[in-house]
């Protein structure tokens, strides 16, 4: 990018002073009767403002004209006369105008004015020159970014194009562009009120105006804001950078500052000499990261924040829990002991992933804080909708509707940030009502490089920030070797948050000393950047010489604070050394105080009853069939839907939607807050659901009659989601991760969508425990079943969560009387697909009432939720009733086991299809269908019931889903390890197939027939190995 500075660099500072000798804010026009102060208000008369050449910073002068010309047409020249005359006198725009000789105006007033503009050739070129410089500022804010000092290594990889922005003021070509000349730029003009470089002065010359823009805007900060469509943000943000001085330091925070980046590079250094073979993924290029984030914490808690959620990737993060939580030193250094032994159980996870809870006083506010680094796994942004969801509860629990007490810190790399499409997911959620965490800041370490590629191949977009524009939020590029920048940039972000509660970037524009960590070499692939990056002063140095200079510390006092936190350093590693056992324990980021017992066990190994009375179900059941407000009109549809439910409530029974409302209701009139969130889950994506009531004749009126359950209940958010599964699902996460009393479910539109979401289920979902020790309570409601609606609607791919459970297939496990509630806790997740509304109703609750939170994975049903016979009966829900892990043959077959030929264990819809065949074939009692609604943990407790008493029958796995996909690979060796492999286990389903699922309906049925047919064919495997 062209820096040509040197006509600017001729420029001179023009002091406030001397541009006040002649001028004064407010000029004093003196008229008969006395003097007068014109306030900025503008009055001109619609016609005279009108004219063509009066807008912006012209009308100022023709103002005055105009109010002299009022009090006495005598006090303008004979040409505004004439032409006020005409404009009074209702001229067309354009005509009233008469060009009117330079001015020489008879009054006082007059010669305040002429002061103003010197010896004006005519007004023409006078409100074209003001025009021009008021373009010229208006460019410096929008484009002084362009030509920033913000590379340290002044190889800028932001690529705009290859020559500097024509409009602003590089040289006098592009003076030129606006039709000044050089001699304008002693002239005087008067500043447009969209501007703030004047400080009190409201008019400077035009030298002077460059050069406070360029002071402003092209310095070592580079504002992105003029895209807000918010006048009052634009306005606050130039205020911001533009008032002269405003950047100033006192000697107290230049000191502290230095401290900061002392412990920043200092730590770093000491990892380096200590362990210099390990990864770290050091901060070297960024140190000044440590003051950033601490200077974003200070003013944030003084403001008010009680607790800062952050999330960040590897780079610099030991340094991030060292300096900034305030991790124990020894705790980190003794992570890279190899012969530390792991206390606790899992498989844990390397040092810079693990997450870190710590409140402690900050020292600037002194006020407690509580700082929290959550856990993450590599994949680079995965963490960001976490945090969202985490520190959205931490919000509503603490009743903080406008994130005054709680808030969150995103730290992002720049190739992540710009090619991670979760960044994006997460930033479209940022202003939905529901998922607002009102104002995240975003702090990109800009290292301008991601790994091995430049930016050049990493991004299309000039800065690895523009995706941060979408949803309007200022961009505060910085030179992240200038820490004083750094930090007022910081400053102002965390104001910018307190003030209007919306997302912010703070861009540091940095380097990376070493390779992508300490192992590797860049001079591979960045020959001419580590060059450079090679003979680049470090930071620390830099500034310390400064502030030295500067007489803001000695030299020797530089040198005390560097022995002392060596000293730090030093101690902490000889402390470290007696460490034998890492317990990730303390490593925690969401601990549940009060929920386990204060070794972190579960209180109990039992799990209540999960019915309830008689009363509380058709309390729940009439509240799920009105409308609890009044004068509301519902859609006569729905009228129908409620008239259905209320009889069902009469005959006490309960189909799948009011299963679902039993088990929420239920909960939140026991305290327990329920969030449903997920695509278009208010309604239902089936339409079953109307959990929101909308008035059919008043706009926006809605009525949820789930809180109407009773007086002292939980409140009930359900939400429809943004269209995204990766960041909601990763949001409702965090959010399950803040308490364990709240039931947390996202539900993906169709289970088939679920997989653009398949990070967090695979990194946080299926193994967060086993590498944090962290429990979570989500539910995932995934709708399934091969309905003939094609691939993409019919399968939530059971085999690849069953494929995830950590139960060993090949060994039969001690019975226990806990061993249900046991195999539950020891699992990494729970997978269902329940067949009944009451199974479905009991599960639900479970997650509740049970002493621990492990994610629940629940197949749910679309045809079934309006199947006549998937309906439960009240006396399935009452108190004393449990989930059924699975639900043996009640019919003819169980009444004589013996004569039974064949068990086929199934699970979830097919159920219906296998019994409605078995009763057309007659073969009620040769054929027992057992169904196993809990697949995992696998129930080889109650399978083995079912194979024992069943002795003569072979044994049928039947599902709808193709061979290679949905159960059988999984419950297949399970229940082969349940009968010491005695008998086969037999397939009927559909043959192997790459697809899910047949576009075709005639195949469907084909299949679905021919699947049927296999499995009702006692023959069928006879001969068979
Ligand atoms: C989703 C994902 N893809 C790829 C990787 C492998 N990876 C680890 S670090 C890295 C480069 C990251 O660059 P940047 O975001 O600029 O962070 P930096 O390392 O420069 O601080 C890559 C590609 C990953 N961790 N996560
Ligand atoms: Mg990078």
Known sequence: MHRLRTTVARLQPLTAAQTAQSRSQHRTVVVK??????????????????????????????????????????????????????????APPGSAYQSPPPISGTSQGLASVQTLVGAQPNVEKLVEDHLAVQTLIRAYQVRGHHIAKLDPLDISCVDFDDCAPTELFCSMNELCFYGLVESDLDKVFRLPTTTYIGGNESVLPLREIIRRLEMAYC?????????????????????????????????????????????????????????????????????????????????SSLNGVESVIMGMSHRGRLNVLANVIRKELEQIFCQFDSKLEAADEGSGDVKYHLG?????????????????????????????????????????????????????????????????????????????PSYTTHGTIHVVVNNQIGFTTDPRMARSSPYPTDVARVVNAPIFHVNADDPEAVMYVCNVAAEWRNTFHKDVVVDLVCYRRNGHNE????????????????????????????????????AQEYEEEITRYDKICEEAHTRSKD????????????????????????????????????DDLSHIGNIAASVPEEDFTIHGGLSRILKGRANMVSQRVCDWALGEYMAFGSLLKERIHVRLSGQDVERGTFSHRHHVLHDQNVDKRICIPMNY??????????????????????????FAMASPNALVLWEAQFGDFHNTAQCIIDQFISSGQAKWVRQNGIVLLLPHGLEGMGPEHSSARPERFLQMCNDDPDVFPKLSEDFAVRQLYDCNWIVVNCSTPANYFHVI???????????????????????????????????????????????????????????????????????????????????????????????????????DRYVNADLVWCQEEHK??????????????????????????????????????QTHLMELQRLLDTAFDLEAFSGKQ
């Open 964 to 1001: 290679n996909q949905g159960y059988y690979d999984y419950v297949k060796p399970r229940i082969r390890t349940t009968i010491g492999r005695s008998r086969p286990v037999w397939y009927a389903g559909r043959e192997p197939a790459a697809a899910p699922a047949t576009g075709n309906k």
């Open 845 to 947: 609750r479970r997650q509740i009432l049970q002493p621990f939170r492990k994610p629940l994975i629940v197949f749910t049903p679309k045809s079934l939720l309006r199947h006549p016979e998937a309906k439960s009966s009240f006396d399935e829900m009452l108190p004393g009733t449990h989930f059924s892990r699975i639900i043996p043959d009640d019919g003819p077959a169980a009444v004589s086991p013996e004569k039974v030929k064949r068990v086929i264990f199934c699970t979830g819809k097919i159920f219906y299809e296998l019994t409605r065949e078995r009763k057309n074939r007659g073969m009620d009692d040769t054929i027992a269908v057992v169904r196993v609604e809990q697949l995992s943990p696998f129930p080889f407790d109650l399978v083995k019931e079912e194979t």
């Open 579 to 614: 460490e034998k056992i890492l317990h990730i324990k303390h490593w925690l980021d969401s601990p549940w105080p009060g929920f386990f017992t204060l070794e972190g066990q579960p209180k109990s190994m039992s799990c209540p009853s999960t019915g309830i009375s008689e």
């Open 709 to 734: 359950i009773s007086p002292d209940q939980a409140p009930y958010t359900v939400c429809n989601s943004s269209l995204s599964e990766y960041g909601v699902l990763g949001f409702e996460l965090g």
């Open 219 to 299: 310095q070592h900060i580079g504002v992105e804001f003029m895209f807000i469509n918010d006048l009052e943000q634009c306005r606050w943000i130039r205020q911001k950078f533009e008032t002269p001085g405003i950047m100033n330091f006192t000697l107290e925070e230049k000191r502290t500052l230095l401290a900061r980046m002392i412990r920043s590079t200092r730590f770093e250094e000491f990892l380096q000499r200590k362990w210099s073979s390990e990864k770290r993924f050091g901060l070297e290029g960024c140190e000044s990261l440590i003051p950033a984030l601490k200077t974003i914490i200070d003013k």
């Open 519 to 554: 192992m590797d070499e860049p001079m591979f692939t960045q020959p001419l950047m580590y060059k450079k990056i090679k003979k680049q002063k470090g930071v620390l140095q830099k500034f310390a010489e400064k502030l030295i200079a500067e007489g803001v510390m000695t």
């Open 33 to 90: 009767g006395g003097s007068r102060t014109f306030q900025p208000a503008r009055r001109l008369n619609a016609s005279v403002a009108a004219e063509p050449f009066l807008n912006g910073t012209s009308s100022n002068y023709v103002e005055e004209m105009y109010y002299a010309w009022l009090e006495n047409p005598r006090n303008v020249h004979k040409s505004w006369d004439i032409f006020f005359r005409n404009a009074n006198a209702g």
């Open 356 to 432: 870190m809870y710590h409140r402690r006083m900050n020292r600037v506010s002194d006020r407690y804080i509580t700082l929290s680094l959550m856990a993450n796994p590599s994949h680079l942004e995965a963490v960001d909708p976490v945090v969202q969801g985490k520190t959205k509860a931490e919000q509503f629990y603490c009743g903080d509707t406008e994130g005054k007490r709680v808030m969150s810190i995103l730290i992002h790399g720049d190739a992540a940030f710009a090619g991670q499409g979760l960044v994006y997911e997460t930033f479209h959620l940022s202003d939905l």
